[in-house]
């Protein structure tokens, strides 16, 4: 079995400003986690993915995530702000257990709204 | 342009008159899924295929139909659609091999079932 929980639904910031998007998952497996995102009207699009290579991952657009184990967290950040970075995000994870099935299990999503 | 397509990207039907929105790709990937996107609960998976020929149910198969009769294309098929399957749609393809390798997803199809 496998879940997600992002912990903010919505998070406003500043431009300019960091970013920090949090997610924590679980599953019985090794896990591979994804961060997509979503702009309005537009379908999804991968930011980054970890897939037990480095624990650090770097993605589009100035974004990156920390693998932590031990936290069972997954939280995306970004240095500076943009206005472009509105958007909702989603926290995804998935695992090699699912015998085939490389279902995606989503988060409920964060809606980021940049503050000019 | 590797891409998944989805039509009608915009759809208003009534309850009971049967539809089918169809997904195609065109990367020759062997696995494909739909979901629908629901506000606060994300996306969930309704079907999918390993391969052509080869489906099975996700977490909400209820009242959904699919076939995978080639390996581009991907149709998801509500018989006698309800108010309730109202959503917004997405197909999405991948390399059937392990769970590293990125789903593309189509653009979306949002239906309305009046």
């Known amino acids: 079995a496998q879940s997600v929980t992002q912990l903010d639904s919505h998070v406003s910031v500043s431009e300019g400003t960091p970013v920090l998007l949090r997610c924590n998952y679980s599953?019985?497996?090794?896990?591979?986690l994804f961060w997509y995102v979503q702009h309005p009207n537009k379908g999804l699009q991968l930011l980054l993915k970890?897939?037990?290579?480095?624990?650090l991952v770097k993605g589009i657009n100035g974004f990156e995530a920390e693998f932590k184990k031990s936290e069972t967290s997954f939280h995306l950040t970004k240095p500076s702000a943009h206005m472009s970075d509105a958007a909702e995000y989603f926290c995804v994870v998935t695992a090699s257990s699912n015998f085939g099935n490389e279902k995606l299990t989503f988060g409920t999503g964060t809606r980021l709204t940049i503050i000019p | 342009e590797a891409q998944v397509t989805q039509n009608p990207r915009y759809l208003i039907t009534v309850t009971g008159k049967k539809l089918t929105v169809t997904c195609s790709q065109n990367?020759?990937?062997?696995?494909m899924s739909w979901y629908r996107q629901d506000p606060g609960l994300g996306l969930r998976q309704i079907y999918y295929s390993m391969n052509v020929e080869v489906t099975d149910k996700g977490d909400v198969p209820e009242g959904y139909k699919v076939s995978r009769k080639e390996k581009r294309n991907f149709p998801l098929i509500l018989e006698s659609p309800s108010p309730n399957q109202t959503s917004l749609y997405f197909c999405?393809?991948?390399?059937?091999?392990?769970?590293?390798?990125?789903?593309?997803f189509g653009p979306g199809t949002r239906l309305t079932v009046t």
């Open positions: 999405a393809s991948s390399l059937y091999s392990g769970t590293t390798y990125e789903q593309y």
């Open positions: 990367m020759n990937h062997e696995y």
């Open positions: 599953s019985s497996y090794s896990p591979s």
């Open positions: 970890y897939t037990s290579a480095a624990t």
